[in-house]
Each structure stands twice: as structure tokens, then as C-alpha cells.
């Protein structure tokens, strides 16, 4: 079998395809490419690259994929993470970052703000608040440093935790220790100096 042009490649391995799983496509692609008519019929045996015939097959199909920006920001925009584990938040950009790119979100800082308010709010909150602390713009922000600068707010807010947890318990511990007699300074309530 010798094809000379795309096209003809294309209607011979339709016809004579050697392998089962394409047998099974052969009648349904040879009535597709009878049914195109003449014309069609010569605009694929005509195509000048490979890629270009492959893409209006692809088209022919599976129909054009402009419509998967306007899936992928709408998933985008109802993605959510609930958790402050580091390990889910990093699951969590990973499918963020899959959507941003197809979307375009480095043009966008809405999209920015976007995935902030998809963590966990005082994460998102504190994150945005670092960022103008240090004199950056949401906007000039790359995508991956967002997500660096929310792992780190995560550390600080923890660390914040701690030390509160710390000064809580040793207040606890101061308050009792102030109450041992010895240590009170005995006043009278008519006069006012101790």
C-alpha cells in the first residue's frame, strides 16, 4: 500500500488497517469519509501537514476544546480545601495550578484572590495581609510563591498558637503561685495605701 499525500494515508489505513482494534473503526470512518462528499473528501487529501489533518479530524469528533477554559475557571472558582494539614494544601494547589495555567491566571489577579478565599479563611486572610506587609502586590505575586507564602503563614500561625498555648498554661501557673499567702500584700479597704 503506497499513499502519497496525508489524506490518502488517512483513507488507506481506514481501509486496510492490521490490527484488530482499528477493524472495529474502519466501517464507522469509511462511511464518515464517503458521506463528506467531494469537496471535504479533497480538503483532507489536500492538507499540507500532518498536524493539520489530524487537528480537523480531531475537530470532526471530538468537536473544538475552546469550551474547556470556561469548565476549567469554573472548577477553578468552586475549588475548596478545609484542611490546614501542609499536605493537603499542596494537593490542593496542585489542582488549583492545573486550572490557573489553562486559564490564564497570571493575567488575572482576581484568580489570585480566588484561590486565597479556597483555603481555610484566617489562612488566607493572614497570607493576603503578609504580602502587603511586605510591600508585594496580590497581582505581581507569582502563583507558586502565593502557595510558599501560605505555608509559611500556616508555620507563623502555628508557631502563634503554640505561644499562646504557652502563656495561657503559665499564666495558669503564675495565678496559683500568687496566691499563696506570703506572697499577698495585705490592704485595708478604708485606707487606701497598703
Not at 462511511?31 to 498536524?51: A, C, I
Not at 506587609?133 to 508555620?155: A, C, D, I, P, S
Request: hydrophobic content about 30%; glycine content about 6%; proline content about 4%.
Amino acid at each position: 500500500m503506497h499513499c502519497s499525500t496525508v489524506g490518502e494515508l488517512i483513507y488507506c489505513s481506514c481501509l486496510y488497517s492490521p490490527s484488530e482494534s482499528y477493524q472495529s473503526l474502519r466501517k464507522p470512518a469509511q462511511l464518515w469519509y464517503d458521506s463528506l462528499g467531494e469537496y471535504r473528501q479533497l480538503q483532507y487529501l489536500n492538507s499540507p501537514t500532518v498536524e493539520q489533518c489530524m487537528n480537523a479530524l480531531y475537530w470532526e469528533f471530538c468537536g473544538r476544546q475552546d469550551h474547556l477554559k470556561d469548565i476549567a475557571r469554573k472548577e477553578f472558582f468552586k475549588l475548596k480545601c478545609c484542611f490546614y494539614n501542609p499536605k493537603d494544601l499542596d494537593k490542593h494547589f496542585q489542582n488549583a495550578a492545573k486550572r490557573y495555567y489553562l486559564i490564564g491566571g497570571m493575567d488575572d489577579p482576581n484568580i489570585k484572590q480566588a484561590y486565597l478565599e479556597s483555603i481555610p479563611q484566617p489562612l488566607g486572610q493572614e497570607t493576603l495581609r503578609m504580602i502587603v506587609m511586605k510591600g508585594q502586590f496580590l497581582g505581581t505575586t507569582f502563583f507558586g510563591e502565593l502557595h510558599n507564602m501560605v505555608l509559611r503563614t500556616l508555620k507563623k500561625l502555628c508557631n502563634q498558637r503554640a505561644f499562646l498555648t504557652d502563656i495561657h498554661t503559665t499564666g495558669k501557673k503564675l495565678e496559683k503561685t500568687c496566691e499563696r499567702p506570703e506572697l499577698k500584700i495585705k490592704c485595708h479597704h478604708n485606707d487606701k495605701s497598703c
